[in-house]
């Protein structure tokens, strides 16, 4: 049985206005993490993309 990975980068607009990307790859679910810190700490646009 193959077990395929899938990688997830996060991008989102910081408070501030500034557009970053994130610079590691994550799994889908330390990427959901990471998202809903992201969505906790109010910066706007945060999405995942494969």
């Known amino acids: ?6 990688n997830y980068g996060l991008t989102w607009t ?3 206005g500034t557009h970053c ?3 590691v790859a994550y ?5 959901e993490r ?3 810190e992201l969505e906790d700490a109010e910066c ?3 999405r995942a993309c494969v």
């Open 1 to 6: 049985m193959t077990i395929t990975m899938k």
């Open 14 to 16: 910081a408070t501030d």
């Open 21 to 23: 990307s994130s610079a």
């Open 27 to 31: 799994d889908e679910p330390s990427g």
């Open 34 to 36: 990471r998202k809903q």
């Open 44 to 46: 706007k646009d945060v």
